[in-house]
């Protein structure tokens, strides 16, 4: 079984119900997930995930120097960042793959799926 990192990409621009059109788009969005979610956990392949602030919360460290620098904001301007992930354990890509698509499916963004590259 490798670890996959599947992230949940979504615009920098949030309304008020986030990257949803509605309330009820949001409200069903997140029930579809926590369906998803369990599903996960129940077929075993569920490590973890969570939701993340918009990017704007971020503070970046640079401790590459004599003393760390520290900045307010992303890392990167972009016009989408990460909104969210799940850590998965499959036991390949192509697994990995069809529980991006559900997953996509379910919180309704786009997600990217990486390996782990196990050298930890």
């Not at 939701?51 to 900045?71: E, K, W, Y």
């Not at 890509?93 to 782990?116: I, M, N, Q």
């Amino acid at each position: 079984m490798t670890h996959y990192l599947m992230s949940v990409h979504g615009a920098a621009e949030r309304n008020e119900f986030g990257d949803y059109g509605s309330k009820e788009e949001m409200e069903q969005a997140f029930a579809d997930t926590g369906a998803f979610n369990e599903r996960l956990q129940q077929q075993g392949y569920w490590v973890f995930a969570g939701g993340l602030q918009p990017a704007g919360t971020a503070t970046v460290v640079d401790g590459r120097g004599d003393s760390p620098v520290i900045t307010d904001g992303p890392y990167l301007e972009s016009k989408e960042y990460i909104g969210g992930f799940w850590v998965i354990d499959a036991p390949d890509l192509d697994v990995a793959l069809k529980l991006a698509a559900e997953g996509s499916k379910a919180c309704r963004g786009v997600v990217e799926v990486r390996p782990f590259d196990g050298l930890a």
